[in-house]
């Protein structure tokens, strides 16, 4: 398997204020990280995709310059959350793949005041 | 492109009773497939997966999960329920020519009663 730690399991932040989150991957050398997006009750929504050494692909609807991506080495990909507003606030998961196997951090509840 | 579709956002069941959530997909190549469960506030744990082989497929607690093409179904099934089950299941497909990219179903909310 792989192991995936996601970092901080929660935080707090006022409005216009921006907060990162840090998905490490502790045994596995990762080209490619996924960050999804989850609202309470609801499933989860892809962001983007972390590619090690290049730009993130973003999916549609999803704005690339509020959710900055940076995958700067193997086992380490960022999700910045530019200008944060209470819209923002949910439950955030990266992930990534070893084989046809996906592999969750435990997931970051961002809640914006 | 590929889709889930999960029938039922909420199952309840008796401890004991079977545990049947169902699981539908569409997928323009050979899917993969798999089942998730997840806790309150944690990430995803992989229940079990189908990726071309054996289409009856044994998971970890229990669980197992068919694949039957003709029916573009994936149920999840357990035969005796516990207490423990209570969580968020979540369906999903992958293709190996999609960047292994996860598209999940909406989620079945399972609770087990006493």
């Known amino acids: 398997g792989a192991v995936v730690s996601q970092h901080p399991s929660w935080v707090i932040c006022k409005s216009g204020t921006s907060v990162k989150i840090e998905c490490r991957s502790l045994d596995f050398q990762a080209t490619t990280m996924f960050w999804y997006r989850q609202f309470p009750k609801q499933s989860l929504m892809l962001m983007a995709t972390s590619n090690e050494g290049s730009k993130a692909t973003y999916e549609q609807g999803v704005e690339k310059d509020k959710f900055l991506i940076n995958h700067a080495s193997l086992t380490l990909s960022t999700l910045t959350v530019t200008s944060a507003h209470p819209e923002d606030s949910s439950f955030y998961i990266c992930s990534l793949n070893r084989g046809a196997e996906a592999f969750f951090g435990q997931g970051t509840r961002l809640t914006v005041v | 492109a590929q889709s889930v579709t999960q029938l039922g956002s909420h199952v309840s069941v008796s401890e004991g009773a079977l545990v049947l959530l169902r699981c539908n997909y569409s997928s323009s190549v050979p899917p993969y497939l798999f089942w998730y469960v997840q806790y309150p506030n944690q990430g995803l744990q992989l229940l079990l997966k189908?990726?071309?082989?054996?289409?009856l497929v044994k998971g970890i607690n229990g669980f197992e999960a068919e694949f039957k093409k003709s029916e573009t179904s994936f149920h999840l099934t357990k035969p005796s329920a516990h207490m423990s089950d209570a969580a968020e299941y979540f369906c999903a497909v992958s293709s190996a020519g999609g960047g292994n990219k996860l598209t999940f179903g909406t989620g079945t909310q399972l609770k087990v009663e006493l």
């Open positions: 189908y990726t071309s082989a054996a289409t």
